[in-house]
């Protein structure tokens, strides 16, 4: 890490609960994130339970609710030797549930 590493990261901010999932309008902008870079990573993240499984062009939201007792779920990621990728996603039921679950109106698709 250097200085030039820290510009290799962007902050996204957290949606707001009427508009898009940064996910999808991620996907949807094609822009890149890397400097001086044309290609367009996929980005797994977490921590967005509301919404659960998000599985968007380049971006997949992995939260599926274990902390409320739902499941677990991970991306196994395998590189080939071409360089391409490919990812399966392996879930597992919750143990036990350590948070109360939170009511929140999720938006239907078409309003997306």
Not at 15 to 25: D, R, S
Request: charged letters at 30%; a negative charge; hydrophobic letters at 35%.
């Amino acid at each position: 890490g250097g200085e030039g590493a820290t510009r290799r990261f962007e902050s996204f901010e957290k949606a707001e609960p009427t508009g898009i999932p940064w996910a999808k309008a991620y996907s949807k902008e094609g822009s890149s994130i890397l400097p001086d870079s044309a290609e367009v990573p996929h980005v797994f993240f977490g921590h967005d339970a509301r919404l659960r499984l998000q599985q968007e062009a380049r971006a997949t939201g992995l939260d599926t609710g274990c902390c409320y007792g739902e499941k677990l779920t991970a991306a196994l990621v395998r590189i080939n030797a071409d360089n391409t990728w490919e990812s399966e996603l392996i879930s597992v039921p919750a143990h036990a549930q350590h948070a109360p679950k939170r009511t929140r109106q999720v938006r239907d698709e078409e309003e997306m």
